[in-house]
């Protein structure tokens, strides 16, 4: 089992910058594949991101390369999400999530519970 929790989200001016971070317990192994995931008010959950745990191979939506990077700290179970230049269409709860599933189609197996970030105009 993994846990995962989040923290970091809250209310932004636009342009602002934002750190979002996920703390990760539990039978964390090279195997994992670390994501990051956000829900906008009245849609769907979307994917944002996703690191690799061992080699720290990153992937990005096409909506968000150049302003959000995902980075991970292995020795401290951590897991990163910077956001530069939000825009209030960024407002949404951000997930965490975690996998050993190498097919990327397939759902993550583990989830925070979600932390709000509100971006004002």
């Known amino acids: 089992q993994v846990q995962l929790v989040e923290s970091g989200g809250g209310l932004v001016q636009a342009g602002g910058s934002l750190r979002l971070s996920c703390a990760a317990s539990?039978?964390?192994?090279?195997?994992?594949?670390m994501g990051w995931f956000r829900r906008a008010p009245g849609k769907e959950r979307e994917f944002v991101a996703h690191?690799?745990?061992?080699?720290?191979?990153?992937y990005y939506a096409d909506s968000v390369k150049g302003r959000f990077t995902i980075s991970r700290d292995n020795a401290k179970n951590m897991i990163y999400l910077q956001i530069n230049t939000l825009k209030p269409e960024d407002t949404a709860v951000y997930y965490c999530a975690a996998t050993t599933r190498t097919d990327w189609s397939t759902p993550y197996e583990y989830w925070g519970q979600g932390t709000q970030v509100t971006v004002s105009s």
């Open positions: 539990g039978r964390i192994f090279s195997g994992y594949r």
């Open positions: 690191i690799t745990w061992s080699a720290g191979n990153t």
